[in-house]
């Protein structure tokens, strides 16, 4: 079963604020996510997995009457935004959610854990196999 | 007729070696680039799974040949055997490719081959990463699934950028001979900077958690040899050959434990590949002293003024700056303007080269560009002025798309905050 994390930072305020942090603590937040990635591809559970830039030039585009684009945003106000996301195969979604938790604790400030919130959605799959 | 079982490694480098020549010589006999390139390649895949099992056989030039011409035929008698259904004219067509020479029948390799298909892969009416990808694939020999994971895009999706450049090739109607001798210059440097894009995308990937995909830039690095065995008294081909030999003889050096980025006044030293710099800067000063100086053989020149230093500090940058005024003179690059100005700050003190940096923020091609501001950063922090380089720091942060770049920014940002506060 595949599942993607989606890892969702709060924006603005609050501890995932990283332009405030020591250069120990974003060390270590690095250093935790490079761990991270590499368990999930010993386990042989990475399918993929990236960065996103930061949402600074983030845009919605629709479709105008003759199919140019035509974009809205960025939207400082929103409340948070996606910084990236994982699509892991694993055996169960206990597994995916066992795995959304540990990134979950990636350090922030103090070495303490974030606890960011984590989205986790099945990837839905081809067609089923006939009877 | 055959060695006892080699293993796939051997077997591996062979073929691509012979990639190249085998291609050569069926595109010649066949007159369609696209079905000979789908041939050999096919030729190929056969060859890498069948002879580390039975033995490479005693003219392995030979057997690719006839199998990639008998895949041509095959090809050929189902396309026929389809058209005698619609309608039935296709049989002397046939004959023409009934036959096909004996399995070990000695086939002639044109030495000029591997350039033609350089010339042919980085045609000028071929987008950038059409063109890598074919490069890589006719010349390089590597196959379809190797290229794909290279990029980290999946098989289906290389296979038709592959098909796409090989549809562009035929509908530009390109004749599979050398370019014209009015037009040689002009396609050459269109090959080396392929190359040179290709080295790149190894060296720094582009995006993804990964800094370094070492494959694609020892590709590079093994094509650029290829040419230069080539063409050996050509200045900026043995530049370029050069400039990569240099750069990558840092590799080692050039990333940390988590893999970030260590910048190159940071760098152990001892982990450089001294027999690569050696190779890389007799390579260039043998260029350089032969006259016609181009922006390969100044690049490289820069890279072995940096190696040869044995610490940071002992770094001659008098020289550095005089060989970027040289490449600035050459090439009306922003990006050689922003180098040179760090040079001068080096040479001259950090405000002289934030003075340079202010000619470039009214060039459009940098709006937006991370290195201004990462540059910007660099200088003002040196200048002594935190505050305005973390800003500075954390704008080129907001911008940079690669991963290790960001972090790496984000903690000389992180560091200089921690300076003030204390």
Redesign the interface.
């Known amino acids: 079963m595949r599942f993607m994390l989606m890892m969702h930072a709060p924006r603005g305020t609050g501890d995932y604020q990283i332009n405030n942090w020591s250069p120990e603590d974003f060390q270590a937040h690095i250093a935790f996510m490079h761990q991270y990635n590499q368990e999930l591809t010993a386990a042989g559970e990475w399918v993929d997995g990236q960065g996103l830039t930061p949402p600074g030039e983030a845009k919605l585009v629709r479709a105008g009457k003759d199919g140019a684009p035509v974009t809205d945003g960025p939207f400082p106000e929103a409340k948070e935004f996606l910084a990236g996301f994982w699509i892991v195969e694993v055996d169960s979604p206990e597994r995916a959610y066992a795995l959304a938790a540990k990134a979950s604790t990636a350090p922030g400030p103090g070495g303490a854990p974030l606890n960011m919130p984590i989205e986790v959605r099945q990837v839905m799959s081809g067609p089923p196999t006939d009877a | 007729m055959t060695k006892a079982s080699p293993d796939s490694t051997t077997v591996g480098h062979l073929l691509r070696e012979l990639a190249p020549q085998v291609l050569g010589a069926v595109a010649r006999r066949h007159d369609d680039f696209a079905a000979a390139e789908d041939a050999v390649q096919e030729a190929l895949i056969a060859a890498a799974t069948q002879w580390p099992a039975r033995g490479i056989p005693d003219n392995p030039r030979g057997w690719l040949y006839h199998v990639a011409l008998r895949r041509i035929t095959d090809h050929l008698r189902s396309e026929m055997a389809r058209r005698r259904r619609e309608d039935a004219v296709a049989s002397e067509l046939w004959a023409e490719w009934a036959f096909v020479p004996p399995p070990d029948g000695e086939v002639g390799v044109d030495r000029d081959d591997t350039l033609v298909l350089l010339f042919m892969c980085c045609h000028p009416a071929l987008t950038p990463p059409s063109a890598i990808a074919l490069t890589l694939r006719a010349v390089g020999g590597l196959t379809t699934a190797e290229i794909a994971s290279a990029f980290l895009v999946p098989e289906a999706t290389m296979a038709q950028r592959i098909s796409r450049a090989k549809q562009s090739i035929k509908a530009s109607g390109v004749p599979f001979d050398m370019p014209a001798e009015s037009e040689r210059a002009e396609r050459l440097a269109a090959v080396l900077h392929v190359l040179y894009l290709i080295f790149n995308e190894g060296y720094a990937s582009s995006?993804?958690?990964n800094l370094q995909r070492t494959d694609l830039s020892n590709e590079a690095i093994r094509l650029a040899r290829a040419i230069h065995a080539l063409l050996p008294d050509d200045g900026e081909v043995a530049g370029l050959l050069a400039l990569m030999l240099l750069t990558d003889a840092r590799r080692a050096a050039r990333t940390g434990?988590?893999?970030?980025l260590i910048p190159l006044d940071e760098q152990d030293r001892m982990l450089w590949d001294r027999g690569l710099i050696q190779e890389g800067t007799a390579l260039v000063s043998d260029a350089l002293g032969r006259g016609s100086v181009g922006p390969y053989q100044l690049q490289a020149a820069i890279a072995a003024v940096h190696d040869e230093a044995a610490q940071a500090g002992d770094t001659d940058w008098p020289q550095i700056l005089a060989l970027y005024g040289l490449l600035a003179r050459m090439s009306d690059n922003p990006m050689v303007a922003l180098n040179r100005a760090i040079a001068a700050a080096m040479v001259h003190g950090p405000e002289v080269g934030l003075q340079l940096l202010q000619a470039l923020d009214a060039d459009a091609r940098l709006r937006g560009n991370h290195r201004l501001d990462a540059v910007r950063a660099h200088l003002l922090e040196r200048a002594g002025d935190p505050e305005r380089a973390i800003a500075h720091y954390?704008a080129a942060a907001?911008?940079?798309?690669s991963?290790p770049e960001r972090?790496y920014l984000?903690?000389k940002?992180?560091?200089l905050?921690?300076g003030q506060r204390t």
Do not use: M, N, V
């Not at chain 2, 434990?257 to 970030?260: K, N, R």
């Open positions: 995006s993804g958690p434990a988590s893999g970030e954390r907001e911008r940079t798309a991963i972090d984000l903690t940002a992180a560091r905050l921690a």
